[in-house]
């Protein structure tokens, strides 16, 4: 079955800290994978995407994330947290399964940034 | 410009009755998706229309279905409702077709189901 795990309910870090939120993910062939954050009572804003290319991929507000193939990992990062990063962040895979445009989501981290 | 737009923002409804949500996609965007946001929970896919067209269906009941119009707004309805569809309920429309799965979200229709 496809899915997408985020392992972690929160996460804690402190402001100028560097962060990480970490997505694993179930496909088969290669998916697009995604980022998206919600704050409070608010829709999802995209963050950033890969679909191919440099594993590093750079993203809205100083994050960026990591593809990992032999890890079928695609972790957020951002070097330095800042308190308004404090939101609900979403890891997403779209599978190769023909043009449904199907994203799954996984379950949600909580970024608490700390002054 | 105008981003995603969903109507209404808040709605009561009880067990058994109907409901319609709303959507107005970005102008130019023509794949409009619904999600369902449980509390707690990430966003499950429910449709995806593109052109007006079905291209997409997640696993959800008979009981929900949605179309899109010819403006490529969109609208979700949900018969006999049950305690468990309150939830948000997320539009989100698409430039370009429906596999680059960019997509840009309107804020959301929070249903309460008594």
């Known amino acids: 079955a496809q899915s997408v795990a985020q392992p972690e309910d929160q996460v804690n870090v402190a402001e100028g800290n560097p962060l990480t939120v970490k997505c694993t993910y179930s496909?088969?062939?290669?998916?697009?994978l995604f980022w998206y954050v919600q704050y409070p009572n608010r829709g999802l804003q995209f963050l950033l995407k890969?679909?191919?290319?440099?594993?590093l991929v750079k993203g809205s507000y100083g994050f960026e994330a990591e593809f990992n193939k032999s890890q079928t990992s695609f972790h957020l990062k951002k070097p330095s947290a800042l308190v308004s990063d404090s939101a609900l962040y979403f890891c997403?895979?779209?599978?190769?399964?023909?043009?449904?445009?199907?994203?799954?989501f996984g379950q949600g981290t909580t970024l608490q940034v700390k002054p | 410009d105008a981003g995603v737009t969903q109507s209404p923002t808040h709605l009561i409804k009880t067990r058994g009755q109907h409901v319609t949500l709303r959507c107005s996609p970005i102008?130019?965007?023509?794949?409009v998706s619904w999600y369902q946001q449980v509390l707690g929970q990430g966003p499950q896919f429910i449709f995806q229309?593109?052109?007006?067209?079905?291209?997409g269906r997640g696993n959800f009941p008979d009981r929900f279905s949605a179309r899109q119009f010819p403006n490529y707004s969109s609208e979700l309805n949900v018969n006999a409702l049950l305690l468990g569809d309150s939830a948000l309920y997320l539009c989100?429309?698409?430039?370009?077709?429906?596999?680059?799965?960019?997509?840009?979200f309107g804020e959301g229709s929070r249903l309460t189901v008594l």
């Open positions: 997403a895979v779209l599978p190769f399964s023909g043009n449904t445009g199907k994203l799954i």
């Open positions: 496909v088969s062939g290669n998916p697009y």
């Open positions: 890969y679909i191919t290319g440099d594993n």
């Open positions: 102008s130019g965007h023509k794949s």
């Open positions: 229309y593109y052109e007006k067209e079905e291209r």
């Open positions: 989100a429309s698409l430039l370009g077709t429906p596999n680059t799965g960019e997509l840009f």
